[in-house]
Antibody, heavy 119, light 108 residues
Framework: EVLLVESGGGLVQPGGSLRLSCAAS????????MHWVRQAPGKGLEWVSG???????YYGGSVKGRFTISRENAKNSLYLQMNSLRAGDTAVYFC?????????????WGQGTTVIVSS | EIVLTQSPGTLSLSPGERATLSCRAS???????LAWYQQKPGQAPRLLIH???SRATGIPDRFSGSGSGTDFTLTISRLEPEDFAVYYC?????????FGQGTKLEIK
């Protein structure tokens, strides 16, 4: 079964840091680009960051310079290091995959992990 | 950054009716890299359409996508009770990837 499972969410104070993880299973991880997408309470979807299978990285404007995406292919894992967190970063964070070699969209998503930034 | 504007914001229809959702881009979407997702409360988004018009694996054929350039449409030919949800379009042709604000499809 193809699965993505996020972890690492929690409550953090403004200015703090948090590292999210996404464990992938059931597919060849190195054949896929990976993404983080977030959803603030009651709001729509916002793409946060993506990483290609050659470790090329991309960021949305609201997180550039504060968040760092990385992957560890040997562990089939995706990470998001979040620094200088703000109240506006409060959201459910989803990881998702997209095929590196063909257009199939973001076809598999995790269930999400919740990040709350509050004092 | 490509801004995607979805309309209407809310669509009220009855089961069995046809739904037409619109997504307009602020500039042309490269290679028609436009996707549609369905999201129900408390769940992750579900991919319906990629490449503007290709149905994802396992998606019923009552869902169809069309369009190119800056104007895209998701059509649900005959609404089933399980289709009432929020729908998002997304462009992935250029970075940053962007989503529309969503259309809520509610039961009339």
């Amino acid at each position: 079964e193809v699965l993505l499972v996020e972890s690492g969410g929690g409550l953090v104070q403004p200015g703090g840091s948090l590292r999210l993880s996404c464990a992938a299973s059931g597919f060849t991880f190195t054949n896929y680009d990976m993404h983080w997408v977030r959803q603030a309470p009651g709001k729509g979807l916002e793409w946060v960051s993506g990483i290609g299978n050659a470790d090329d990285t991309y960021y949305g404007g609201s997180v550039k310079g504060r968040f760092t995406i990385s992957r560890e292919n040997a562990k089939n894992s995706l990470y998001l290091q979040m620094n200088s967190l703000r109240a506006g970063d409060t959201a459910v964070y989803f990881c998702a995959r997209s095929n590196s070699y063909a257009d199939f969209g973001m076809d598999v998503w995790g269930q999400g992990t919740t990040v709350i930034v509050s004092s | 950054e490509i801004v995607l504007t979805q309309s209407p914001g809310t669509l009220s229809l009855s089961p069995g009716e046809r739904a037409t959702l619109s997504c307009r881009a602020s500039q042309s979407v490269s290679n028609s890299y436009l996707a549609w997702y369905q999201q129900k409360p408390g769940q992750a988004p579900r991919l319906l359409i990629h490449g503007a018009s290709s149905r994802a694996t396992g998606i019923p054929d009552r869902f169809s996508g069309s369009g190119s350039g800056t104007d895209f449409t998701l059509t649900i030919s005959r609404l089933e009770p399980e289709d009432f949800a929020v729908y998002y379009c997304q462009q992935y042709g250029s970075s940053p990837l962007t989503f529309g604000q969503g259309t809520k499809l509610e039961i009339k």
